[in-house]
């Protein structure tokens, strides 16, 4: 029996790439999701998912921070099984990084099915500097959003067709998304390539948008996340969407 009446987070962190801060990354989203009004634990390591324990099969929403480029095939198609079935996924920077383990991306297969994209290369600027985030408007997860900026990696994907770019950098002559949805089953998929690290966790664009991301892929209605989200500062003495 589930012991929550409303929805509720899980943060899961797994991954051996010394570039990336997991326990850093478990703590800031966990308060970011929080501060969205959902209830979030924290969690390390994939085979949660393969025989889910309470706090896992309780959840409404997984925020999933990875940095490895190795994923069990047992671990890829039991998460993908839970989304289809209808929990919700928001995957953030490097949880997409498919195809380099062994067996390329035919091993990951399940995995890159279910997020929508992977993670191909820092591109030709750089692996990191200021990032000038243009957002799409009309959808729950971009709600009160502006365009904005953001230290952070740049990030080349391959992603598929089925995505709804939400937010986008210039990248050379074209655009290259930071932010998407797609559906996958009854589940709800976000995904941003942006949070490599603090400077990224602490920026309070970011933050809305991982904020949103998680009610909307919460199943939470479209028309509670603009009131549920933006009660949390800016830290520069306004609210997004007006004072609460």
Known sequence: MKLRNGPSALVVVEGTDLHHDLLGAALALQEIVIEGGLPAARAVGLDR???????????????????????????????SALVAAG??????????????????????????????????SHGDAGSEGRIEVSVREGHPVTRYLDDFAIDDE??????????????????GEGTEPVAYVREHGAGRVCYTSLGHDARAWGNPWFRQLVRQASLWAAGVGDDVIGSWSTRWPLGNARFIGGAA
């Open 49 to 79: 998912f393969v025989d889910p324990m309470p706090a896992t099969a309780e959840a409404d929403v997984y925020v999933l921070y990875r940095s490895s480029v190795t994923f069990d095939p047992a671990q890829q198609e039991a998460l």
């Open 87 to 120: 929990k919700g996924l928001v995957a953030v920077h490097a949880s997409n990084l498919f195809g380099f383990g062994p067996g390329g991306l035919d091993a990951d297969r399940a995995a890159y099915e279910l997020v929508g994209s992977r993670y191909v």
């Open 154 to 171: 740049y990030y080349v994907l391959e992603y598929a067709p089925d995505v709804q770019v939400l937010a986008e950098r210039r990248a």
